[in-house]
């Protein structure tokens, strides 16, 4: 049974860097792709970026130079960094694996999200 | 940047059919799909690929395309079916993902 788990600090500091972890049992992270994505409170998903298996990633390109996404196969984990975070950062993240195929790509498992606050 | 666009609400009463569009100008190029959001609770596919159905979701979900306008039909619809949906695509170049705004369904 797939399941995942995001866990981090729910507090950040304006200007700090928002760390989280997503732990994946149930399946190796080296089998599929992996993607964080978020939800501000009350409103609707954010696509954050794609970690892949083959150790690439990409970004909204909206985040894009304050994001990163890695896959650490040794805990069998995806991290999720996001510098110089302000208010605006203050969601709910979940981390989502990826399902791909020729021109096809969506998220068939959730973790239940990790709500952050950035406050000071 | 590019923009999928839901409305965001729509009402039926129990046992009626709900339909939810989702717009944008790539959808005849890049495939959509819908996901189910409960209160509380993460997101859930319940179509992918257009009109392709995930094993485990009910059968009176369905999807269909029509150049720039994807829709999701919830037939019969039950007070367990009142959540958030979510369109989601990619841009033109197929790099860039993209959720719609969401829309709301309330049943009566």
């Known amino acids: 049974q797939v399941q995942l788990q995001e866990s981090g600090p729910g507090l950040a500091k304006p200007s700090e860097t928002l760390s989280l972890s997503c732990s994946v049992s149930?399946?190796?992270?080296?089998?599929?792709?992996w993607s964080w994505v978020r939800q501000p409170p009350g409103r609707g998903l954010e696509w954050l970026g794609y970690?892949?298996?083959?150790?690439?990633?990409s970004y909204n390109p909206s985040l894009e130079s304050r994001v990163t996404i890695s896959l650490d196969t040794s805990k069998n984990q995806v991290s999720l960094k996001l510098r110089s975070v302000t208010a605006a950062d203050t969601a709910v993240y979940f981390c989502?694996?990826?399902?791909?195929?020729?021109?096809?790509?969506?998220?068939?498992?959730w973790g239940q999200g990790t709500l952050v606050t950035v406050s000071p | 940047s590019y923009e999928l666009t839901q409305p965001p609400s729509v009402s039926v009463s129990p046992g009626q059919t709900a339909r939810i569009t989702c717009s944008g100008d790539?959808?005849?190029?890049?495939?959509a799909y819908w996901y189910q959001q409960k209160a509380g609770q993460a997101p859930v596919v319940v179509i992918y690929?257009?009109?392709e159905r995930p094993s485990g979701i009910s059968e009176r979900f369905s999807g269909s395309s029509s150049g720039t306008t994807v829709t999701l039909t919830i037939s019969g619809v039950q007070a367990e079916d009142e959540a958030d949906y979510y369109c989601h695509s990619t841009d033109s170049s197929g790099t860039v993902v993209v959720f719609g705004g969401g829309t709301k369904l309330t049943v009566l």
């Open positions: 790539a959808l005849p190029k890049q495939y």
């Open positions: 989502a694996r990826v399902v791909s195929s020729s021109g096809y790509e969506y998220f068939d498992y």
């Open positions: 690929k257009d009109s």
């Open positions: 970690g892949y298996n083959t150790g690439g990633s």
């Open positions: 149930g399946v190796s992270i080296t089998s599929f792709h």
